[in-house]
Nanobody, 125 residues
Framework: VQLQASGGGLVQAGGSLRLSCAASARTFSSYAVGWFRQAPGKEREFVAAIDWSGDSTRFADSVKGRFTISRDTFKNALYLQMDSLKPEDTAVYYC????WGSGSRVLIPDYYDYWGQGTQVTVSS
């Protein structure tokens, strides 16, 4: 499975961005998909995820109420709508996928088998 993330950019605090992740898998509907981010000098951290069934979504506490994750299985695409952005949201954002993924393990980077190349998000104050 190949993943291609896009949609990053420079935005002022309080603004919005929508990240996209295009997947090559023809059975994308059977994959758990997630977004992670990594700021300079920091470890990669969980942002949001949807389990393979699409019934369960999870968010990091730091983005709850501001970010929305969605998946379009017909287009084999994953999205992250980011609203009310803050300077601390600045990072490289990565999409990831794992076949039949579910449960609390979707919060763990090592749980995923496939990763996109990352897209830079910079939020200015």
């Amino acid at each position: 499975v190949q993943l291609q993330a896009s949609g990053g950019g420079l935005v002022q605090a309080g603004g919005s961005l929508r990240l996209s992740c295009a997947a090559s898998a023809r059975t994308f509907s059977s994959y758990a998909v997630g977004w992670f981010r990594q700021a300079p000098g920091k470890e990669r951290e969980f942002v949001a995820a949807i389990d393979w069934s699409g019934d369960s979504t999870r968010f990091a506490d730091s983005v709850k109420g501001r970010f929305t994750i969605s998946r379009d299985t017909f287009k084999n695409a994953l999205y992250l709508q980011m609203d009310s952005l803050k300077p601390e949201d600045t990072a490289v954002y990565y999409c990831a996928a794992r076949a039949w993924g579910s449960g609390s393990r979707v919060l763990i980077p090592d749980y995923y088998d496939y990763w996109g190349q990352g897209t830079q998000v910079t939020v200015s104050s």
